[in-house]
Every structure is written in structure tokens, then in C-alpha cells.
């Protein structure tokens, strides 16, 4: 049987903030935002990913204070084009540090709106083996 990890709530104060921060500044899909009398969700993906990030006023997104997730880890082949990227996209991005030489030794971060903080990891390997292979990538869309 398979477990597969598709979605992460991460807490925020104000749903419309963090959707364009999400959508406009740091490049995820938005899949759907849902407005109805029962409750205010959104869910976005970064591209290339299996697992997505929901936001919204429901229980489980409101047990935890906005700005309490911390160390969630986005993976990219190149972090310095990423990096720039962000930076170009208005993201207050940290500076990339080597921890080791080797694939995968090498991160930056940013926070979100409600400080939410996120690691880039760099795998160089991503870009000849991605994650979800280009022609499988319209089989998640709607």
C-alpha cells in the first residue's frame, strides 16, 4: 500500500494575502478556492510537485497559529536561478549556503507573509530525473 504525502496545511491570518503570495510571488499552481457557506479554502502546488499546500478557515487550519510551520522543503535543480527567481518576484530570500559539496548540500530559505519559513534544497539531479516526469504533469490538472 502506498502513503502518499499530497497536502500540508500551513496556517495563515488573511486567505487573500497568502494566495497571491503563494500564487504571484513564489510561482504555485492555484488548483481551486473554495467560497461557500461551510467554509473559505484554497490549495496550491508548487510545479513539478505530487504534494500541495492548503490554507483556509477550517479547524484544521485554524489549530495552529498563523506563522507556526516551520521547515517546509521545496526541492530544485538550480538554487541559484530559483533564488533569482523569487528575488525578481519580490521574495525576501536568504543567500544560498553550501553545508556539503556533494547533490543536495545546497539550501536558501524564505518566509511567508505570516512567517512560515521554507528551505530550498538543491538537487541537480531533478533535472534529468524529475520528481513527476513532464508527461505525467496534465494528469493532475483539472
Known sequence: MDWTLEV????????????????????????????NEH???????????????????????????????????????????????LIDRGVDASEITVFDERDGGTFFGFADPDGNTWAVQQLKVRREKPLIPQDYRDRFSA
Open 8 to 35: 500540508v496545511v500551513v496556517p495563515v491570518a488573511d486567505l487573500g494575502r497568502s494566495i497571491a503570495f503563494y500564487r504571484d510571488k513564489v510561482g504555485f499552481d492555484l488548483d481551486h478556492h473554495t467560497v
Open 39 to 85: 467554509m473559505t479554502v484554497a490549495q496550491l502546488t508548487p510545479r513539478g510537485s505530487g504534494c500541495s499546500i492548503v490554507i483556509g478557515n477550517l479547524p484544521s487550519h485554524t489549530e495552529m497559529p498563523p506563522g507556526s510551520l516551520k521547515g517546509l522543503q521545496l526541492v530544485v535543480a538550480d538554487a541559484a536561478a530559483a533564488r533569482a527567481e
